[in-house]
Antibody
Framework: QLQLRESGPGVVKASQTLSLTCTVS??????????WSWIRQHPGKGLEWLGY???????YYNPSLKSRVTISLDTSRNQFSLRLTSVTAADTAVYYCASGFPGVEYFQDWGQGTLVTVSS | QSALTQPASVSGSPGQSITISCTGS?????????VSWYQRHPGKAPKLILY???QRPSGVSRRFSGSKSAYTASLTISGLQAEDEAEYYC??????????FGGGTKLTVL
């Protein structure tokens, strides 16, 4: 079982870029067989998948956010990251990182989540 | 890509069974045997309880079961316990390397 932990600023100003990092332990982000994902939950709402990246560094994104989202791997630090540009109040949410398995498409391990508030 | 549809809330008494539905479309639930379900207690991370429509991960109680018909997947919890009170989310592969979640269902154990 993997352990994942999100880190990053809790407040981001509107129009700026939200950047979060997920540190993985118990496994390697460069090993095959996993994808690494970001998922968020707006206050009082359901979960929203943002995207995932394979160990090959190929990334796939939610079409509704594709133009603003980038997910990347840092194999030297065993981390993966989220960048969300041009944020607005609508991007205020709890952001989770999670790992899963391509082909079966489920999320096995999750971080605890981190609240990001977009301020004006 | 539209969110899957779940009832906002369901409730049941201890020992009873409840079912939570998750309705999608021909683009997601109807095309793939890749529905997963997650349980989330307040302040905690979601926990995988079912995958592949009906499969239980190791360590998940047999009281949790899944089924699917056409565009609707269902989660059934039998022998309700107080600890089952939580939010439940369905998720489906939606093709082209995308995934879609449901809006979540709050389960209250009376």
């Amino acid at each position: 079982q993997l352990q994942l932990r999100e880190s990053g600023p809790g407040v981001v100003k509107a129009s700026q870029t939200l950047s979060l990092t997920c540190t993985v332990s118990g496994g390697s982000v460069s090993s095959g067989g996993y994808f690494w994902s970001w998922i968020r939950q707006h206050p009082g709402k359901g979960l929203e998948w943002l995207g995932y990246i394979y160990y090959t560094e190929t990334a796939y994104y939610n079409p509704s956010l594709k133009s603003r989202v980038t997910i990347s791997l840092d194999t030297s630090r065993n981390q993966f990251s989220l960048r969300l540009t041009s944020v607005t109040a609508a991007d205020t949410a709890v952001y989770y990182c999670a790992s899963g398995f391509p082909g079966v498409e489920y999320f096995q391990d999750w971080g605890q989540g981190t609240l990001v508030t977009v301020s004006s | 890509q539209s969110a899957l549809t779940q009832p906002a809330s369901v409730s049941g008494s201890p020992g009873q069974s409840i079912t939570i539905s998750c309705t999608g479309s021909s683009s997601d639930i109807g095309s793939y045997n890749l529905v997963s379900w997650y349980q989330r207690h307040p302040g905690k991370a979601p926990k995988l309880i079912l995958y592949g429509d009906t499969q239980r991960p190791s360590g998940v109680s047999r009281r949790f079961s899944g089924s699917k018909s056409a565009y609707t997947a269902s989660l059934t919890i039998s022998g309700l316990q107080a600890e089952d009170e939580a939010e439940y989310y369905c998720c489906s592969y939606a093709g082209s390397a995308t995934v879609v979640f449901g809006g979540g269902t709050k389960l209250t154990v009376l």
